[in-house]
């Protein structure tokens, strides 16, 4: 039977920010599948314009609220390299702890609370508190490790106060970090019953092969700097990030869509897992191993997988930075610097991908220059297309309107995108 | 009892993002060890970022995130039509937060440098709610602090009567028992900003930027005093004062 229908959401729900999936089918064949961000944009590269240096990464956290320590720490670092700042290796450190605290509160976020209930079939996780109460627990409990890091390095979940170019402008208390080390070892069973939660779900069977961009330093998993690379085999250096992602406008989007060596890319933690599973603790290569994702995985939807994963590595490797700022003076933490006129890229793992600003200061250091190309753009093109092959393959398979409707709301939720952050 | 008309139990709630980070919502689904029994005092209609469920009978609008565009004002009186209690929420909505920041540029200048040719709708400003409907409460913060939203929201379910601090934010950065930022040679708005944060900025070391808005009855001429008197400058307290837009009738002093 050939059938004619339109899928037409609008503001996709249990997303951050404001898209549109649009698909129409005649006679039974994909006619149009579309992506459309529609969200208002704020203009934050214009916004910075003349703004002291310092001041910036204030500003350009609030491009979002899930990620804004990656926001703070990638402006820092494109106007320390500008302006010749080097931190201390202490900060160095208090940093990375921080962005392994945003990961983990993101991830969880996005697993538990908006992905989960796709699997569940409920509208949202609240009535997956009374159907499934130790999971959602889990899942709270590791968020709120997650944000409890975050508090430690930067005084605030959200919107960190205590980054700040040079360094840090206050360093964790010792028994503050004593008491989260303790918090995760305890809750290191919370993250095994969620995996063991998560391996009963059945994900979709669905691959479209596509070029996987990360940072990579070859010596830690990515979180701050490196060269940008590819499955494809691309390497550049973080400065030439206009190579690697190459915007450009669409119609039907606000927000920009990228791409690299094929139609589209994709950024984020199946990115991350594809590149750097080497670099993995020996820990998340187990939990990979038990859900069968290895390197180079082409599903989109196991990018949900690759993020428990990256859960497990976080959880794994934090004790072990934790006990090397218990071993420190924490005193030498911040360099002071004279404002300079200089230019350069700053990239950082965000939770959903690499993530660059740009920024180039006068020698009063006010910012005169700013780009910021954010992982969700780099992911637009990329589902955009999917929904395309997703959509042709359920028809193909003979799967009627809301299943088609269901299959696409889930891809798009895989990517975890963030949209109010993409239109920036 | 019945209090602002209502009488059920649970409060039927709905959220609502406009031009924002929706760090502000997210912060509903923190401080997660009293999450479960917040939600209990709530009925949630309508949570696009967290649920797909869009039900439109909810009693209390929590808006977040200013205005910038032309179809937001449509639905943000949708909104206010459909609400009885609305709240104004973050400092995007109470004051047009940062997001202001691109007021000082011409919309054509802002669309030119990250579209290029491509049409874009935008305002030249970005304002506040109020500038459209009325608003019952504010809640200002950029973020909200959890805690004030889950005192606000418990007050509002207990029939009690809120308010928000009306001192300085320097009386709870004294309670912290911080060294002033003053002294270490830094402009601070924590002598004239509202207090409720628990001078979150300051006890990180970061000088206060304002971002919950002016206290009640602030000494302004004093405060520019002393930043004169402590040889600090005042083009960086003015950057300071217009950073969330909140201080906009201060900064036309003269001061
Ligand atoms: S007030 Fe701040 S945290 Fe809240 S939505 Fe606006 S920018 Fe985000
Ligand atoms: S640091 Fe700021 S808030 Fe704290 S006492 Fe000094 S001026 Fe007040
Ligand atoms: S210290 Fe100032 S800027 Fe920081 S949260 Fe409080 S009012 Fe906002």
Same mark, same amino acid.
């Given at each position: 039977m050939k059938v004619d229908f339109n899928i037409d959401i609008h503001h996709l729900p249990r997303v951050e920010g404001h898209g549109d999936i649009r698909i129409s089918v005649r006679d039974g064949k994909l006619a149009d599948a579309k992506w459309a961000v529609v969200e208002t944009p704020r203009f934050f590269e214009v916004m910075v314009k003349g703004l002291s240096a310092e001041r910036v990464p204030f500003l350009t956290s609030r491009i979002c609220g899930i990620c804004s320590i990656s926001h703070s720490l990638a402006s820092i670092r494109s106007l320390e390299r500008a302006m010749q700042i080097t931190p201390p290796e202490t900060a160095r450190v208090i940093r990375l702890l921080a962005m392994h605290g945003e990961t983990l509160q993101s991830h969880a976020l996005h697993l538990f609370? @908006?992905?989960?209930p796709d699997f569940a079939g409920t509208p949202s996780v609240v009535p997956l508190l009374q159907s499934h109460p130790e999971v959602v627990e889990a899942g709270l409990m590791l968020k709120e490790l997650g944000n409890e890091l975050s508090i430690a390095t930067?005084?605030?979940?959200? #919107?960190? &106060?205590? =980054? &700040? =170019?040079?360094? &840090?402008s206050k360093a964790p208390s010792k028994q503050r970090l004593a008491e989260i080390r303790r918090m995760n070892v305890e809750r290191r069973a919370m993250l095994d019953r969620a995996s063991d939660f998560f391996m009963t779900l059945r994900i979709p069977e669905f691959v479209r092969e596509t070029e996987f961009i990360s940072l990579r330093d070859g010596e830690s998993y990515p979180y701050i700097g490196g060269n940008l690379v590819s499955t494809d085999g691309v390497v550049r250096d973080e400065n030439d990030y206009l190579l690697m992602t190459n915007e450009y406008t669409v119609d039907f989007s606000t927000s920009k869509f990228t791409r690299v060596s094929r139609e589209s890319s994709a950024a984020g933690a199946l990115a991350r897992f594809n590149n750097n599973?080497?670099? @993995? #603790?020996p820990r998340a290569k187990e939990a990979a191993a038990a859900f069968g994702l290895q390197p180079v995985c082409h599903n989109p939807f196991m990018n949900n997988v690759a993020q428990l994963v990256e859960c497990h590595h976080i959880v794994a490797s934090t004790e072990a930075i934790i006990d090397q700022l218990l071993d420190d003076d924490l005193k030498d933490i911040r360099t002071s610097y004279k404002p300079r006129a200089g230019a350069a890229t700053g990239a950082v793992e965000a939770p959903r991908g690499v993530l660059y600003h740009y920024m180039e200061t006068d020698e009063n250091g006010k910012v005169v220059k700013a780009d910021c190309i954010i992982p969700t753009t780099q992911n637009n093109a990329n589902i955009h297309h999917d929904l395309h092959a997703l959509a042709e393959q359920a028809l193909a398979e003979g799967k009627g309107e809301k299943e088609v409707e269901k299959l696409c709301e889930m891809l798009v939720r895989s990517y975890d995108p963030c949209i109010s952050c993409s239109v920036h | 009892m019945n209090h602002l008309g209502f009488d059920t139990e649970k409060l039927k709630i709905g959220s609502f993002d406009f031009t924002c980070c929706e760090g502000c919502q997210l912060q509903l689904a923190n401080k997660e060890a009293t999450l479960p029994e917040f939600l209990a005092l709530l009925d949630i209609r309508n949570f696009r970022e967290i649920s797909s469920e869009r039900l439109d009978d909810y009693d209390i609008a929590l808006v977040e995130g200013s205005i910038t565009r032309s179809d937001e004002v449509e639905r943000l009186k949708a909104i206010r039509a459909q609400a009885k209690v609305l709240v104004a929420y973050g400092t995007c909505a109470c004051f047009?937060?940062? $997001?202001?920041?691109? $007021?000082?540029?011409p919309k054509e200048e802002c669309i030119r440098t990250v579209y290029g040719d491509k049409e874009i709708d935008t305002m030249q400003e970005s304002h506040k709610i109020s500038d459209f409907v009325t608003v019952d409460y504010s809640i200002p913060g950029c973020p909200v602090n959890k805690e004030e939203v889950e005192r606000i929201v418990v007050s509002i379910a207990t029939r009690s009567p809120i308010g928000l601090p009306k001192y300085p934010v320097c009386v709870e950065c004294k309670q912290r028992l911080n060294t002033c930022l003053f002294d270490l040679g830094e402009v601070c708005l924590g002598p004239i900003s509202r207090a409720g944060c628990d001078a979150v900025c300051p006890s990180g070391k970061t000088p206060c =930027?304002?971002?919950?808005?002016p206290a009640d009855d602030i000494n302004y001429a004093s405060f520019t005093d002393l930043v004169r008197d402590k040889g600090l400058s005042t083009e960086e307290m003015r950057e300071k004062l217009a950073f969330y837009n909140g201080f906009t009738e201060y900064l036309n002093h003269e001061g």
């Amino acid at each position: 039977m050939k059938v004619d229908f339109n899928i037409d959401i609008h503001h996709l729900p249990r997303v951050e920010g404001h898209g549109d999936i649009r698909i129409s089918v005649r006679d039974g064949k994909l006619a149009d599948a579309k992506w459309a961000v529609v969200e208002t944009p704020r203009f934050f590269e214009v916004m910075v314009k003349g703004l002291s240096a310092e001041r910036v990464p204030f500003l350009t956290s609030r491009i979002c609220g899930i990620c804004s320590i990656s926001h703070s720490l990638a402006s820092i670092r494109s106007l320390e390299r500008a302006m010749q700042i080097t931190p201390p290796e202490t900060a160095r450190v208090i940093r990375l702890l921080a962005m392994h605290g945003e990961t983990l509160q993101s991830h969880a976020l996005h697993l538990f609370f @908006l992905a989960a209930p796709d699997f569940a079939g409920t509208p949202s996780v609240v009535p997956l508190l009374q159907s499934h109460p130790e999971v959602v627990e889990a899942g709270l409990m590791l968020k709120e490790l997650g944000n409890e890091l975050s508090i430690a390095t930067c005084g605030r979940a959200t #919107h960190p &106060v205590s =980054l &700040v =170019l040079g360094g &840090v402008s206050k360093a964790p208390s010792k028994q503050r970090l004593a008491e989260i080390r303790r918090m995760n070892v305890e809750r290191r069973a919370m993250l095994d019953r969620a995996s063991d939660f998560f391996m009963t779900l059945r994900i979709p069977e669905f691959v479209r092969e596509t070029e996987f961009i990360s940072l990579r330093d070859g010596e830690s998993y990515p979180y701050i700097g490196g060269n940008l690379v590819s499955t494809d085999g691309v390497v550049r250096d973080e400065n030439d990030y206009l190579l690697m992602t190459n915007e450009y406008t669409v119609d039907f989007s606000t927000s920009k869509f990228t791409r690299v060596s094929r139609e589209s890319s994709a950024a984020g933690a199946l990115a991350r897992f594809n590149n750097n599973f080497d670099q @993995l #603790h020996p820990r998340a290569k187990e939990a990979a191993a038990a859900f069968g994702l290895q390197p180079v995985c082409h599903n989109p939807f196991m990018n949900n997988v690759a993020q428990l994963v990256e859960c497990h590595h976080i959880v794994a490797s934090t004790e072990a930075i934790i006990d090397q700022l218990l071993d420190d003076d924490l005193k030498d933490i911040r360099t002071s610097y004279k404002p300079r006129a200089g230019a350069a890229t700053g990239a950082v793992e965000a939770p959903r991908g690499v993530l660059y600003h740009y920024m180039e200061t006068d020698e009063n250091g006010k910012v005169v220059k700013a780009d910021c190309i954010i992982p969700t753009t780099q992911n637009n093109a990329n589902i955009h297309h999917d929904l395309h092959a997703l959509a042709e393959q359920a028809l193909a398979e003979g799967k009627g309107e809301k299943e088609v409707e269901k299959l696409c709301e889930m891809l798009v939720r895989s990517y975890d995108p963030c949209i109010s952050c993409s239109v920036h | 009892m019945n209090h602002l008309g209502f009488d059920t139990e649970k409060l039927k709630i709905g959220s609502f993002d406009f031009t924002c980070c929706e760090g502000c919502q997210l912060q509903l689904a923190n401080k997660e060890a009293t999450l479960p029994e917040f939600l209990a005092l709530l009925d949630i209609r309508n949570f696009r970022e967290i649920s797909s469920e869009r039900l439109d009978d909810y009693d209390i609008a929590l808006v977040e995130g200013s205005i910038t565009r032309s179809d937001e004002v449509e639905r943000l009186k949708a909104i206010r039509a459909q609400a009885k209690v609305l709240v104004a929420y973050g400092t995007c909505a109470c004051f047009g937060g940062m $997001n202001a920041q691109k $007021n000082k540029f011409p919309k054509e200048e802002c669309i030119r440098t990250v579209y290029g040719d491509k049409e874009i709708d935008t305002m030249q400003e970005s304002h506040k709610i109020s500038d459209f409907v009325t608003v019952d409460y504010s809640i200002p913060g950029c973020p909200v602090n959890k805690e004030e939203v889950e005192r606000i929201v418990v007050s509002i379910a207990t029939r009690s009567p809120i308010g928000l601090p009306k001192y300085p934010v320097c009386v709870e950065c004294k309670q912290r028992l911080n060294t002033c930022l003053f002294d270490l040679g830094e402009v601070c708005l924590g002598p004239i900003s509202r207090a409720g944060c628990d001078a979150v900025c300051p006890s990180g070391k970061t000088p206060c =930027l304002g971002c919950r808005g002016p206290a009640d009855d602030i000494n302004y001429a004093s405060f520019t005093d002393l930043v004169r008197d402590k040889g600090l400058s005042t083009e960086e307290m003015r950057e300071k004062l217009a950073f969330y837009n909140g201080f906009t009738e201060y900064l036309n002093h003269e001061g």
